[in-house]
């Protein structure tokens, strides 16, 4: 019962923070992003953040994540900090249009000049709401389901920046567009950004998101992102995770596919106190791709989360899903993965595997793949595997001069290979192999608790 | 260079290995036969520092060392080469970075630098041509998809690459045909010289005819019951295992 009772002053207190700056929110937003926010607050009202009882939460209490005292801000607080030091952070540095989210608002750095001549859009979704507004409103809100989950609801209530990308029709973009997603500050706070990615007919996009925290204080992540593939168009989106213990990071990402689109997604969670992604894809078209790929490394407290739902809805797609876990010390992993056929969806082809190391006898995965189909001419398989290290494997190694230390090393980087090799840009899965072979041998979370002393 | 004394081991508290004793000088080809069961992997194994045996007695010292006590990865930098009966196929580690981390572990063990790319490539040539094996396999994984000649073709070729003292091949030989086994066969003659020695483990005789060994010894129910010059492989070929169990019967 008490715990009962805390929970609903966690609620409540939430709603208060909304309540008591209603009038800061509702003026920095436009009247469309205003009146989802007051739905959201409502439905938010009714559901409140997950708990345990909750099916797909069950594994793990946000209650502390949430409880701990933050700072929110309503309007853009001034941060000072150097782009260039960033990379020197175990950021990849790659040839890529920048965008920079600093603390959930978009940071200005530079234009993008030759793609605007293409009628491409990059910047704040504040903005993109003001210039943009038939093209924003058709898709803001639409896939991010407020009455699925409570934590989307919260943050389409308080959130009021965060990335816009717009390819107009016929676009391929040449480089990936690089989102570097910072929190940053001198008090612990919380962020709830707001991302809308919108690609027209037969674009193409690679999107790279590294998210990453440059000071040692307590930081609390909700994030949405939505992103629209209309019809044949192409996106791969790639997402690099990489925060200190002290922060946590809930992230939801609401893909939605139109026909003969094809969508690749590669979550790589490389460290953070906790990391939740609930990645919830829409195949509405028919013939579509989607390919989801997911690899965590964890050691210490850390926890990782990956819910994934993948909607068959339309015939003739195909949804292929793979995520990995390596844990150490006390971490602790959930995969919750849905894949739903709906009775029109015929000829659809889904697979889904989860592999999970655990190196220690601590360490913890709770694994759930899922299938729900109402269709009947479907090929549809899943898996799951737990295991330690294969001890022949290493033998083999040893008998061939290899320390135990670089033996394991080898075994767990040939581990994540399989994820790794996925990425679809060269220099990209070049630099990502890199920082998985630092986080493996234990040379990054050094970096991650410096509080940007990296030089 | 490797001497036994009065080896005893055992798995899950029932005695495979019953009092081994066995010297080995440099130079030297021993051959160990012996029918299945007897114990002829486990001393691979044990020799090798594989883990699930548990030593009950005995003493083994190489190169004046106690082995027993070395991590398998020491033994391995001091020189002593398993050659795999089942060799183990390792998804995501290619053949190039698994000689490479070899190799250059070893090179740092014996205080050498690593050795360059280009230097690398060359001896990589230079060994897999003496086991006939397709260069495309160095850009693979460890053993995956290779077909059972070039696995056991590939744990010559590391043995080239590695140039051990002493080298334990554990029935090379199985699941060969007679081309492949010519091959192998040929690949370890050519890595023989006067400052090393192999063991040469095998069920049946037919290795023999090409790899010639200065002594066979013949391993059963644990112990090395018969000792002699190669001639006893043919005498165990003539005469078949029955002879061996018989003849331990009667001492």
Known sequence: MYIETEKISLNESLVDLFNSNRSLLLRASTDHVNALRMQAIDQFKKIGIPTKKDENYKYYDLDPVFSRKYDVHFSRKKIDFNISDLFKCDIPELDTDLLILLNGWYYENGNHDDLMKQGVVMGSLALAAVEYPQLFEQHYGRYADIKSDGLVAFNTAFALDGIFIYVPDNVMLERPVQIINIVMDKVDSMVQHRNLIVLGKNSKASIVICDHSLSANQFLTNSVTEIVASENSSLDYTRVQNEHNGAAQISSTFIHQLADSRVSTNTISLHGGFIRNNLNVMLAGKGCENNMYGLSLSDKFQHVDNSTLIDHAMPNCTSNQKFKGVMDDMASGVFYGKIFVRKDAQHTHAYQGNNNILLTDDAKINTRPHLEIYADDVKCSHGATVGQLDENAMFYLQSRGIGSKEARLMLMTAFAHEIIDQIKVDPLKDRIYDLVNKRLRGELSRCNSCAMNCN | ?251
């Open chain 2, 1 to 251: 260079m490797l001497k036994i004394r009065n080896l005893s081991a055992s798995i899950d508290g029932k005695m495979i290995l019953k009092g081994i004793n066995l010297d080995v000088n440099a130079g030297e080809v021993h051959a160990i036969m012996g029918p299945n069961g007897s114990g002829k992997s486990t001393l691979a194994a044990v020799l090798t520092g594989r883990n699930l045996y548990e030593i009950t007695e005995g003493q083994v010292t190489y190169l004046g060392k106690d082995l027993l006590t070395m991590a398998p990865e020491d033994r391995a930098r001091a020189g002593i080469f398993l050659g795999f009966q089942y060799p183990i196929e390792i998804p995501g580690v290619s053949m190039a970075n698994f000689m490479r981390t070899a190799v250059n572990e070893i090179r740092k063990f014996k205080g050498q630098q690593p050795m360059n790319a280009s230097d690398f490539m060359k001896l990589i040539r230079e060994k897999i041509a003496l086991v006939e094996i397709d260069t495309k396999l160095i850009n693979r994984s460890v053993n995956e998809g290779f077909s059972g000649g070039e696995k056991k073709k590939n744990e010559i070729f590391q043995m080239a690459m590695l140039e051990p003292m002493l080298s334990i091949l554990d029935e090379t030989d199985s699941g060969l045909d007679i081309d492949a086994l010519k091959i192998v066969a040929n690949g370890v003659n050519m890595l023989k010289r006067p400052d090393n020695a192999s063991i040469v483990i095998t069920h049946y005789q037919r290795l023999l005819d090409y790899i010639v060994p200065d002594f066979v010894h013949i391993l059963y129910d644990g112990r090395i019951v018969k000792s002699a010059g190669k001639e006893l492989a043919v005498e165990l070929e003539a005469k078949g295992y029955d002879w061996i169990k018989n003849h331990d019967g009667d001492e």
